[in-house]
């Protein structure tokens, strides 16, 4: 117990229990699943699903964040990628063929992997602050995205795109399955090898990092790339599940849900150790908040003014100075407690 409250994720963890909580007392059936036409459904099935988008987008962004940088410019490559991918299938003979889909799917991808290699290349051999990198083109993305689909709302019709956000697999959301296996390939790669490590050492150092032998220019210039590649599978899953590409509106201020996740999840800003388990309860807790607002009642523009205060809080909770007061409040009970011990033998 002792170890699990010095965890970074047991503040998080205490603030996503007591948002379900708050749920249960205004939806005595919130946390009720249930099985119809083969699938689940429910609200925590709902939030399984929305929450994938935010998850998928704060993995790359984890990584980022741990060697020290940021990356503003997730939202505008997933407007860029549901753009593309709409684009090619709505501008196809054959929208609904698996071909056609995987192509476009592809190509989506690959416009991405190439502007996130761009923001590496800003960072990473020009120096360019991290913020300022990425604002370039989180302010050209969305122009370029305007650009693909003509200024319009692109729209499709091809049931095996609309699968990939809105479908079912093995009865869970096929959405929420495919941020599962990218959390746990990342997971995998960063614990089970030394790459989390040398991400770390970037982050905590970088000149000593490369004075160590590391390649932190390499280290820093991947990261924005998957990090890329993440906003791109992220913009496919939200341009899917409404069949259409909003070049103003798919992944608008999805960066600062993604930064908010991360922060709530215990890793910090200044760069170093991360957790992807931290991350992962942020962004459910985003989430949840979102649909505890709504469940209550409560009109959905305050629901900023909501996760301002509950970031506040867990924040706070996290600060070192806080946990500081925490140590030294239990040392000073556990001496009282042992004087009066000692007093009644």
Request: net charge positive.
């Amino acid at each position: 117990m002792r170890s699990l409250i010095r965890s970074n994720v047991f503040w998080p963890l205490v603030a996503l229990v007591a948002l379900l909580a708050v749920n249960v007392v205004a939806r005595p059936g919130f946390l009720g699943v249930r099985m119809q036409d083969g699938h689940l459904y429910g609200s925590l099935i709902d939030i399984l699903r929305n929450t994938s988008p935010i998850l998928l987008v704060a993995i790359g962004m984890t990584l980022v964040i741990a060697t020290r940088g940021i990356d503003l410019s997730v939202g505008a490559l997933v407007a860029i990628a549901g753009a593309v991918a709409c684009t090619q299938i709505a501008a196809s003979p054959t929208p609904g063929a698996a071909s056609t889909v995987l192509i476009a799917i592809g190509t989506a991808v690959l416009v991405c992997l190439v502007l996130g290699a761009w923001n590496g290349f800003l960072v990473s051999v020009v120096g360019i602050q991290p913020i300022i990198a990425t604002l370039i083109l989180m302010t050209a993305g969305r122009g370029i995205a305007m650009l693909v689909t003509g200024g319009q709302i692109t729209t499709v019709n091809s049931p095996l795109y609309k699968s990939i956000g809105a479908g079912y697999l093995l009865t869970l959301p096929v959405s929420a399955i495919i941020a599962g296996v990218v959390l746990a390939a990342t997971a995998l790669l960063t614990r089970r090898t030394a790459l989390g490590t040398l991400v770390e050492s970037v982050g905590i150092n970088p000149e000593a990092s490369r004075l160590a032998g590391v390649r932190a220019r390499s280290i820093i210039w991947t990261v924005y790339v998957f990090s890329a590649l993440c906003a791109a599978i992220a913009g496919i899953l939200i341009s899917s599940n409404v069949t259409a590409a909003d070049a103003n509106n798919n992944g608008l201020w999805i960066e600062l849900d993604a930064i908010l996740a991360v922060v709530i999840g215990g890793t910090s800003l200044m760069g170093g150790k991360f957790s992807l388990t931290g991350t992962l309860i942020g962004a459910f807790i985003i989430e949840t908040l979102r649909i505890t607002v709504i469940s209550l009642g409560i009109a959905p523009e305050v629901n900023l003014v909501f996760k301002a205060i509950v970031v506040i809080l867990v924040c706070l909770l996290q600060s070192p100075v806080v946990q500081r007061k925490f140590r030294a409040r239990r040392r000073a009970v556990a001496q009282e407690h042992g004087e009066a011990v000692e007093v009644v033998a």
